[in-house]
């Protein structure tokens, strides 16, 4: 379509680039978004936006943006090619593997885009369970998935996620996370630096504790430097306080845990004084104390972690002591042991409006989880963690073929992730993909990962497709409904994502059974299985209904638009996508409200306080810290982790307006560590692990605590995973260690 031909125009939009969800308004010139700004009418964001955010108009007129499929021709090099003919490559090449040896020869890795996509959320799960593998592998392995085994071990879901009171917090404790640069994280918060603000306001305080001085610590009423990887001794100390020492109230929650489990996580931490984790930590015992004597008195109080314990190992002389799983569940034991959970300024949990895993099946009771997972990976037997595998054994599950079978994954198909940037390793990650018979992704974009591909699908821009927070609702710290239509329609020659993957579905139907199946034919199923479920859900407000009744309510909406009218139908908030539609800045459902014990979904129908597995781990934590030493060996430094406000991972590298600046890859250092090492600002240095080297310019900063090096995560260039190992992963969470690792300063 001509650009003269349309009209100027404002639009609409929930931002899709992270979890905050900001409502934006676009302003549009024929075909062309013209700037961007913050919704201020937006019922959850009020007007907040984000470099990132206020870019996205260029997303959509990216030139770097793939919009046609690519092939890898006879000669190695990839060239443009039709639709029909990459899924006929597709068709060929996986159709020859899986009938040689068997759908688990072919694995999945799914990025993080998938979570921000409604159809990452309805259509791509038909396509895995078309393909009939369990080889399934995602960013949440180097993310997320600790904080989502602990939850799910306690109450019965990996979604089912107790979440700050953001609004309503009278203390505020936050590890290893810095939302006034990211936005929040696992707590969906638009205008995160706002709402803390109005912390503080009210008189509230903010602890941040972290081995750097970070935005958000600076913000803070105080910052507490911790030594990386620790964070698990230091909120055992902080639980040992309240319930060891003192005399911990459950409030809501007691009604719902069993004292034999109270009694056994008393017993676990009983050896975990201030007074012994002081010189590990590096916090003396006088602030340990002080900081679980103001949780305990404050009117309300919340404790809150992100990546920095999502992704912790306590380096012991070398040696690295997984405990991301560990940390995540402490931070509910204090929320818990303080009288927070399921009240209002402490923490409590989402009701989603297009409901989830917390407001399906039977009310308070559910199947829960299995941790570690019942399936292993071939070659190390690693369990599986919520369904998939460690994303650290990818390669190996690639390039080491059973010794007596051959079996091995001879195909990859990578939706929505770049691996080779994202994962531990890399490397040889990346000599693996070089390896494969078939490697497919789904992106569009050129990245290093792609590059190897045998075939690139690019979706249309998300401008031309709706959108609606499906797996971020079930975290949001207030509830509410926002939906965008598609501002654009799909230009010529390009594929929606749910058409995409649907075809991908339907082809892999083919393979399996004989019966290649359409896009629309796939559409039409995926929605008549949500309807039967739905129907049948005894918790749905569909209950009783038949699949036809349900369809024909939703005619003649297709696609995810369908999906979603039935999933708003089902739910308790008593919605459809037409009200939401009539409500283009959203709709306010109201703060945070009491969900126990209804949310439960344990086989037991109690909060699970004492996990087996977690209680063991807090023991094998305990036995290191009797005999580990309190410092790294001379010359080793522990690498952190930092995030970057122009930069969203490996998103959006080519965006003109988020280059340059404070949006570049550097090696931060203390100065006082940089004058020993006789290193200074802007130089190239090399940074040496037990795993890899990567050279990278040196920036000089008291913000970074002594002892530390801290790099950002993201870059191709200055991959900071080169560094980062396969061998250190969290046994329940599946997360490989990325704070807390030891490595080496060297000359460029």
């Given at each position: 379509m001509e650009s003269e031909s349309l009209p100027e125009r404002t639009a609409l939009r929930i931002c899709p680039l992270c979890e905050a969800n900001c409502g934006l308004v676009l302003e549009i010139s024929g075909n062309t978004v013209t700037s961007v700004r913050g919704d201020k009418d937006d019922v959850?964001?009020?007007?907040?936006?984000?470099?990132?955010?206020?870019?996205?108009?260029?997303?959509?007129?990216?030139?770097?943006?793939?919009?046609?499929?690519?092939?890898?021709?006879?000669?190695?090099?990839?060239?443009?090619?039709?639709?029909?003919?990459?899924?006929?490559?597709?068709?060929?090449?996986?159709?020859?593997?899986?009938?040689?040896?068997?759908?688990?020869?072919?694995?999945?890795?799914?990025?993080?885009?998938?979570?921000?996509s409604l159809s990452g959320a309805f259509m791509l799960p038909a396509f895995i369970k078309a393909l009939g593998t369990s080889q399934r592998f995602s960013a949440s392995t180097v993310d997320q998935m600790p904080k989502q085994a602990a939850s799910a071990m306690m109450y019965g879901t990996a979604?089912?996620?107790?979440?700050?009171?953001?609004?309503?917090?009278?203390?505020?404790?936050?590890?290893?996370?810095?939302?006034?640069?990211?936005n929040g994280s696992m707590l969906t918060a638009a205008n995160f630096p706002g709402r803390l603000r109005a912390l503080r306001k009210r008189g509230g305080q903010l602890v941040v504790v972290d081995p750097i001085r970070t935005r958000t610590a600076e913000a803070a009423n105080e910052h507490i430097g911790i030594r990386p990887g620790s964070d698990a001794l230091w909120l055992a100390a902080i639980a040992h306080v309240i319930m060891v020492e003192g005399t911990a109230d459950l409030g809501a929650a007691s009604e719902w845990i069993d004292q034999v489990a109270v009694d056994s996580v008393i017993d676990a931490l009983a050896g975990f004084t201030p007074e012994s984790v002081s010189a590990i930590t590096g916090i003396d015992a006088s602030v340990t104390r002080r900081i679980a004597a103001e949780l305990m008195a404050a009117p309300s109080a919340a404790v809150y972690g992100r990546m920095g314990t999502t992704t912790s190992g306590l380096c012991l002389d070398g040696s690295v002591l997984p405990?991301?799983?560990?940390?995540?569940?402490?931070?509910?034991?204090?929320?818990?042991?303080?009288g927070s959970l399921d009240k209002p300024g402490g923490v409590m949990f989402a009701l989603p409006a297009a409901g989830g895993p917390s407001t399906e099946g039977s009310s308070g009771i559910g199947h829960g989880v299995s941790i570690p997972g019942r399936r292993r990976t071939r070659v190390r037997e690693l369990p599986s963690v919520l369904g998939e595998f460690p994303v650290s054994a990818l390669a190996e599950e690639i390039d080491t073929p059973d010794p007596e079978t051959g079996a091995h994954i001879r195909a990859v198909f990578v939706v929505?992730?770049?691996?080779?940037?994202?994962?531990?390793?890399?490397?040889?990650?990346?000599?693996?993909?070089?390896?494969?018979?078939l490697l497919v992704s789904v992106d569009p974009y050129l990245t290093a990962t792609n590059s190897m591909a045998d075939v690139i699908l690019p979706v249309s821009s998300p401008m031309t497709r709706p959108h609606y927070d499906v797996v971020f609702n079930n975290l949001s710290v207030r509830n509410q409904a926002r939906y965008s239509p598609a501002v654009f329609p799909v230009p010529e020659g390009e594929m929606d994502e749910a058409d995409v993957l649907l075809t991908l579905a339907g082809i892999a139907v083919g393979i399996n059974s004989g019966h290649e199946l359409s896009s629309t034919e796939m559409?039409?199923?995926?929605?008549?299985?949500?309807?039967?479920?739905?129907?049948?859900?005894?918790?749905?407000?569909?209950?009783?209904?038949?699949?036809?009744?349900?369809?024909a309510s939703v005619a003649p909406r297709r696609g995810v638009d369908r999906i979603l009218d039935i999933r708003f139908r089902s739910s308790p908030a008593g919605l459809t996508l037409q009200d939401v539609i009539d409500a283009p800045h959203g709709i306010d459902?109201?703060?945070?409200?009491?969900?126990?014990?209804?949310?439960?979904?344990?086989?037991?129908?109690?909060?699970?306080?004492?996990?087996?597995?977690?209680?063991?781990?807090?023991?094998?934590?305990?036995?290191?810290?009797?005999?580990?030493?309190?410092?790294v060996r001379p010359g080793t430094f522990l690498l952190v982790g930092r995030r970057q406000l122009r930069s969203n991972n490996s998103w959006m590298k080519d965006i003109k307006n988020l280059q340059g600046g404070s949006n570049k890859p550097t090696a931060q250092m203390h100065p006082l560590d940089a004058a020993e090492a006789g290193r200074v600002d802007g130089e190239m240095i090399s940074v040496t692990s037990a795993s890899g080297t990567l050279s990278i310019e040196l920036a000089v900063s008291d913000t970074v605590s002594r002892g530390c090096i801290c790099i950002p995560h993201g870059w191709a260039d200055f991959n900071v995973n080169v560094l980062v190992g396969v061998d250190h992963i969290d046994p329940l969470g599946g997360t490989a260690v990325l704070s807390g690792l030891p490595v080496e300063l060297e000359p460029a």
């Open positions: 959850f964001s009020h007007g907040f936006i984000c470099p990132k955010g206020v870019s996205f108009g260029e997303v959509d007129s990216d030139p770097t943006r793939l919009r046609t499929p690519m092939i890898r021709n006879a000669a190695g090099a990839l060239e443009p090619a039709s639709w029909d003919e990459a899924f006929g490559v597709i068709r060929t090449r996986l159709g020859a593997i899986v009938a040689q040896s068997g759908p688990e020869a072919v694995g999945m890795f799914l990025g993080n885009p998938n979570v921000h979604l089912t996620v107790a979440l700050a009171d953001l609004d309503r917090t009278d203390y505020l404790l936050i590890l290893g996370a810095n939302p006034l640069v990211s405990m991301a799983t560990l940390t995540s569940w402490l931070i509910d034991v204090i929320n818990i042991a303080i929505g992730g770049n691996p080779i940037v994202s994962t531990p390793d890399s490397g040889r990650l990346k000599e693996a993909f070089e390896s494969l018979d559409d039409d199923i995926v929605a008549a299985n949500v309807a039967a479920s739905a129907v049948k859900d005894t918790a749905s407000r569909l209950h009783g209904s038949s699949v036809d009744t349900v369809l459902l109201g703060a945070l409200t009491p969900r126990l014990p209804e949310v439960l979904r344990t086989p037991s129908g109690r909060i699970e306080f004492a996990p087996p597995v977690l209680v063991s781990a807090l023991a094998a934590a305990h036995a290191a810290l009797g005999d580990s030493p309190t410092s």
